[in-house]
């Protein structure tokens, strides 16, 4: 469709929209908090009504925890090529809320962005992909079958999902995969995302004595878990931030030449980013450019670290256990089971042989994807996207994850177009998320665009 | 006084005193929580009343945070000697709650033991104190002028009354300084503690991105504040255990060869503390014994550890910033300014350059203790002692701290003595405080005997 009329569209829509994107932005489906199941039911039912009235049909279907929206539409034309578009309804816990402006799930909508968790990962861009679909189909522009997964658990890994995957395999042949989970390297550049990283995660424990002891009678006598997890931490990274687990690293695959010199040549804005976080961008390995650093190697980070008393004023304990939450970024070659088998070897070589030492948790993601720029449905979305750009079109490695890419290419024969629209000022998985009506219309003219228009 | 009176005495007035014990300990005086300054103020107006209705002329005494109550007790007898004891009316915080089996300010009575916050430390071994000079006013048996001073701040530093203390020197002149806040190595053996440890504390933080941010966009990219504090706490000790702190160590006394043939000598229950605790004592430095390690070598301890997310499931996120708390317990010899500085100059040494590193609190609890076995009033105390000993008396050292019992004793020109009936199963500063009425009937007669019977 041509792009005039889907901008009349939008502007005589978007009163109506805005509310829509509200209400999906008010229900709190947080995948990682049992607490929210029924809500993360009533957001899959909520879309699973919502494509049903654009005119797919729709279904939740189930996994060992929460339900996946599937949803199809079959185009007139037999010759119409296939997309499959993978999103998910679930969003991070909004801790810690005391943080938030306004409430996380009590969507609000100032300065021309939408504030809420979610908004923009992954409720927001998904939000425009429907907005695209009900706009070409009222005006019998729509290309393309289309096939719809919505899941409910991307982030806490997707596993339920991944079990479920293979029995609907028929369901999901398609020609491209789209995914709008990615971020562009700003409004000016839209931005075709050539790998994403894989991840793994582990939650740790360290038991000391049966209860939280003085530490006046017992200090010298046991170790404290707290000092000795801090120990154990500090073994995952040598003095140059080079990961030191032994044999993580050995199948980290080296890039391209090509890829090297395109991920060299993208626009980043570091030192806005650098300036937006209030922190030097001097993390990782010392002597790696930052895009190779986010783009081409792991990383092992503490998400969380809790022992002891945290309270005001001091309290003189040695405290009963230490924890830490775990996650490591996987890059392309590297195996996540053997990530995580070098992972966990590591931290019980490690722990002192004394205290109780227990993996609570431990899990892999997905491995590293990464995608070649001569594919030519690479090249189509690159085409689909230059009438958007201010600037160049640009190509580049993302350092996060969607950890169910690479299987659901390999299920659906699909090749994986990761194109998105988030910023970095869009804080996701932190307070204050958000995401600009600027960048919902750039979603919105993108999949319309593409999905009126077949490669050829 | 006979111990057959004083425990006919004791068995007499029994069920009253364990109401008002009751009654002392359900006055929640935390001093670590401004929230709680009320309830201090309310739990030193109980004592001063209560000292009142047993004779006493008592008032509270103004200092820049909680009250201090001061007693006084003139004998008829010009000769007698003048006790000063000093003990303390506030208690730790009870956190965490959720661990108490009954609530830590409903003192409950069960088995025989008393379990409330402060049920030992220190309101249980004050209150024995309290109702021997109550037994002996009524019988005429008090051979002693009595000065009292109880303060609420013990479990904070003790800053405020250390300050207050010099305006009122004129009222402390005495010849023994009296100390009810420490252990015995068992019931059978009822112990005088022949040193204590010194205190610091320090509170730190370290800052990274302005808010919680996305590990897979910004993984690799900026520093963790989680990983970089495991980085930092673990400089605090090497390998062996030993405070790795420059400087740290260098004013350390080595103790007499007597006092360590005292401290070999001292039935410690080692087996007993390591199976209660459920850990070995494998603690501080490697290759020094158990009873020197508490007793003679200095600590550095994190108490409490915090940063990210914590709850169910899986964050993905680096945190924007991690905090600890940091105690120590110096030994004698130690200079605790010193000592102050040296951690805080190795701290800011080690926290890495490119994120913001602050001290948030730092502070004093005093220097160590260090007492002679030559002393006439500790042969004394141990002849007291000697007829309630099912074994021997014993001397040993102590691994806690009473911060301000050194500048007590210059102040009042007074030797310490330092016997409490404290065991490892009363699980001072953590849940389910306890103390038994059996420990308490010892502490009981051990006051009642020593004010009745003077020094000759």
Known sequence: MEKARLEAHWEAQEARWLEEWKAFLSIPSISADQAHLADCVRCAEWLASHLRALGLEAELRDTATKPVVFARYNCPDPDAPTVLYYGHYDVQPPDPLEAWESPPFSPTYRNGRMFARGAQDNKGQTFYVLKALETL????????NVRLLIEGEEETSSRAFANALPAWEADLKADVLMVCDTSSLSLETPTVTMGLRGSLFAGIRLDGPGYDVHSGSF??????PAVEMAHLLSTLHDAQGRIAVKGFLDDVAEPS????AMAHKAP???????????????????GIP????VGFRPTIEVNGLLSGYNGPGVKTIIPAYATAKITSRLAAGQDPERALRCLIAHLHQHAPPSLRFHIEAQGI???ALQLSVHEPWIQHAARILAPLAKREVAFAWEGGSIPIVGQLARLSGATPILVGFGLEEDRIHSPNESFSLEQMRMGFLYVANFLSSPRG
Not at 137 to 144: D, N
Not at 219 to 224: D, E, Q
Not at 290 to 293: L, Q, S
């Open 219 to 224: 200090g010298g006598l046991i170790r404290n």
């Open 257 to 260: 030449e090509e890829d090297k």
């Open 365 to 367: 993601g997905g491995p």
């Open 290 to 293: 930052p895009a190779y650093r």
């Open 137 to 144: 189909l009222q005006q019998g522009a729509l290309r393309y």
């Open 268 to 286: 980043y804005a570091w030192a806005d980013i650098s300036d937006r976080l209030g922190v030097a961008l001097d993390g990782g390995e010392s």
